[in-house]
């Protein structure tokens, strides 16, 4: 199993900026790809970013792209989401979650960290 603890979410305002964070345990060796996927109230949860666990591949939903940028510290076997120029409809709970394969889904989630943007 993959352990995921997310952190760094707030209250900021728009145009600011977050670095969330994403740290794995336990079978990290198994990890593929890592993503960011958020949800707010009343939709459907959607996908943000993700990256290659090994190569460091990355893609974007386009709503964030040219102002969120996916990386990972191996390492620290942490992945990180910083976020610049957040809009009021960046609001939502940050999940990050994890795929074991490159044709599997994600099985692996964290508990979320909170990222509130006012206008």
């Known amino acids: 199993q993959v352990q995921l603890v997310e952190s760094g979410g707030g209250l900021v305002q728009a145009g600011d900026s977050l670095r969330l964070s994403c740290a794995a345990s336990g079978r990290t060796w198994t990890i593929y790809v890592v993503g960011w996927f958020r949800q707010s109230p009343g939709k459907e949860r959607e996908f943000v970013a993700a990256?290659?666990?090994?190569?460091?591949?990355?893609n974007y939903a386009d709503s964030v792209k040219g102002r969120f940028t996916i990386s990972r510290d191996n390492a620290k076997n942490t992945v990180y989401l910083q976020t610049s120029s957040l809009k009021p409809e960046d609001t939502a709970v940050y999940f990050c979650?994890?795929?074991?394969?490159?044709?599997?889904?994600?099985?692996?989630w964290g508990q979320g960290t909170q990222v509130t943007v006012s206008s």
């Open positions: 979650a994890v795929r074991r394969g490159m044709y599997t889904s994600y099985e692996y």
């Open positions: 990256i290659n666990w090994s190569g460091g591949g990355t």
